[in-house]
């Protein structure tokens, strides 16, 4: 059903509202200005209500003369209060004492003689000027007194330029022109010497061959690469990096292993107390040590009547190691979980290494 309607209601009242008025104050009187219905541009010719130079409140006639013709007097908002220094070299100047220099900013000791929390905090050499009463040094007003103690007319990648670049530039004409007039030459050859490596770079030229780990992709331990990629699955680069994590914390968490005499492990292994200050040590000894040096391949006929033949091959380091890895990872799936958590299988997998350095994980047997 409709909502009934009420047509004896009266309508809605407008709203009036008045145009906004200005008041201003004028040779005493007051006068009200209205602003127009419509916003127009700004226009100089008209009179505009003008400040005087000496006050906020009052306008007068002459500097409404002075707006009119194009002059510049401040306005209420222009004329700001002085800052702290210049009112105390104000009062300095009346009552006859030594103000604060405008010119030069306040010295750091004088700061921190009026706050005691910031003398605390300060450096222990602004602490012994303090105490000694030394006054701090004030630069001098003329620019001409003022100079420096090394030269600013040369780049630094002149500074640093090869010794063979510097000796020409010196027997040059030009030069020695530029040294007659400002001395500055005995400084520049002075600094060449002590700048490090004599083939104009800054530092020194690392040692070539370069180390394999300072390339982006190659910079981890072969071993932590080739585990980690083994460990990835669909593509997720990210998680087999953080299980790697896992595991490299665990062997280095973990209590030291005790070496079984019936598992050897590879001859030189360091001795087990110090496998967990080197994690990547561990995981390295834990899959040489199990990896299959030959690998058996069926080839048919080769006897003679149809007859298969097994003949070894023998596997290079990489393929050991990535047998090795297959076959850990085999038998950490087969661990009972202990827990929850997406960092479980890492924790098997690392109990895993553990127990192959011991001689109790059944890779043994397959080896």
Not at 118 to 142: F, R
Not at 326 to 346: H, M, N, V
Request: with cysteine.
């Amino acid at each position: 059903m409709p909502p009934r309607l009420n047509i004896f209601a009266a309508p809605r009242a407008p709203v009036y509202r008045p145009r906004q008025s200005i008041a201003v104050r004028e040779n005493g009187r007051i006068c009200v200005i209205r602003q127009p219905l419509c916003r127009t541009f700004a226009d100089k010719s008209g009179s505009l209500p003008v400040a005087e130079e000496g006050g906020l409140d009052g306008v007068s006639s002459e500097g409404a003369e002075v707006g009119r013709m194009g002059g510049e007097v401040k306005g209420p908002n222009m004329q700001t209060s002085e800052h702290v220094s210049e009112e105390a070299a104000k009062m300095a100047k009346m009552t006859g004492g030594e103000g604060p220099d405008l010119d030069v900013g306040t010295p750091v000791q004088d700061i921190l003689k009026e706050d005691k929390e910031a003398l605390e905090n300060a450096p222990q050499v602004l602490k012994d000027s303090l105490k000694s009463g030394a006054s701090p040094p004030k630069p001098s007003s003329t620019p001409s007194t003022q100079s420096r103690s090394y030269s600013t007319t040369r780049s630094l990648r002149a500074l640093h330029s090869d010794s063979m670049a510097t000796d020409d530039v010196a027997d040059s004409p030009v030069f020695n022109s530029v040294n007659a007039e400002t001395g500055e030459g005995q400084d520049l050859m002075s600094s060449e010497a002590t700048i490090p490596g004599s083939s104009g770079h800054i530092f020194p030229l690392p040692e070539l061959p370069l180390p394999r780990n300072t390339h982006l992709h190659y910079r981890y331990d072969p071993v932590v690469d080739q585990v980690t990629n083994l460990l990835m699955k669909d593509g997720k680069l990210s998680v087999a990096q953080r299980n790697m994590s896992i595991i490299l914390t665990h062997l280095r968490t973990a209590p030291a292993p005790m070496y079984s005499g019936n598992k050897p492990l590879l001859p030189g292994a360091p001795p087990a107390s110090h496998l967990p200050l080197n994690p990547i040590l561990y995981l390295t000894l834990a899959i040489d040590s199990v990896a299959p040096l030959l690998r058996i391949r069926s080839q048919r006929g080769a006897a003679g009547g149809g007859a298969a033949l097994q003949i070894p091959i023998p596997l290079s380091l990489r393929q050991r190691r990535r047998q090795a890895v297959q076959w850990i990872l085999d038998a950490a799936e087969k661990r009972k979980s202990r827990g929850s958590g997406r960092g479980l299988f890492a924790q098997k997998v690392a109990e895993e290494i553990v127990s192959v350095v011991e001689g109790r994980s059944g890779i043994w047997e397959r080896r």
